[in-house]
Every structure is written in structure tokens, then in C-alpha cells.
């Protein structure tokens, strides 16, 4: 059994700074992509941070354009868990943030999609 684990949402003012976290616990053979992709209300879900390789240390980052510049995504291999740092918060950024993995099963080495729960982040003064 795989699960992401999300933590870090909650009330932030607009130019604040937040930090989520999101760990992948259970029967995990290798992650092989990992990141944060996130729903306001009355829109679509969309990418806000991805690596697409999770297994090459140095390898590529991919950003949404509404957040470049302003959140930044890290991982700690060792511990299978990726940091969302968000700066410069605006309130159009205020949605439910889920992350997302494809994770190869220990349990029977099959690659699946998970998703977390989701935490809601709220952009307001």
C-alpha cells in the first residue's frame, strides 16, 4: 500500500511565504516522478511543480507559468519526500494543492499514479 502524505496548508497573507510538504510512505520500490498540482474553486487542476524524473539527482524541475519565479520544488530522496517552498503568495493562488507521484509497488512492481488527499492553502488578509 502506497500513500502521499501532505502537510504545510493553511491562512497566509498575500506576499507571505508557506512551505508544504508531501511524503510517499508504504511499499515503495522507486518513485519515478513526484510534484504538487493544485485546484481552485470552479477551475481545472493544474500543474504547479513536477519532477518528471525523480530518479536523477540533477534532472529537471517543470513549473507551472502562474508560479515561476515564486515557488520553488525540493525533494529528500532519502526520506521520499518533496518541499513546496511558496513566496510571494498572491490570493489567486488560493486553492487545494494535491501531490502527486508515480510510484513503483514493492508489493508487485507495477508503476500507478497516486494522489494525496489534498491541503487547502488560502491566499487573504
Known amino acids: 500500500q502506497v500513500q502521499l502524505v501532505e502537510s504545510g496548508g493553511g491562512l497566509v497573507q498575500p506576499g507571505g511565504s508557506r512551505r508544504l510538504s508531501c511524503a510517499a510512505t508504504?511499499?515503495?520500490?522507486?518513485?519515478?516522478?513526484m510534484g504538487w498540482y493544485r485546484q481552485a474553486p470552479g477551475k481545472e487542476r493544474e500543474l504547479v511543480a513536477h519532477i518528471p524524473s525523480y530518479d536523477i539527482m540533477d534532472g529537471p524541475t517543470n513549473y507551472g507559468d502562474s508560479v515561476k519565479g515564486r515557488f520553488t520544488l525540493s525533494r529528500d530522496s532519502a526520506e521520499n519526500t518533496v518541499y513546496l517552498q511558496m513566496s510571494s503568495l498572491k490570493p489567486e493562488d488560493t486553492a487545494v494543492y494535491y501531490c502527486s507521484a508515480h510510484i513503483i509497488s514493492s508489493t508487485n512492481y507495477e508503476a500507478d499514479v497516486y494522489w494525496g488527499q489534498g491541503t487547502q492553502v488560502t491566499i487573504s488578509s
Open positions: 508504504g511499499s515503495i520500490f522507486r518513485i519515478k516522478a
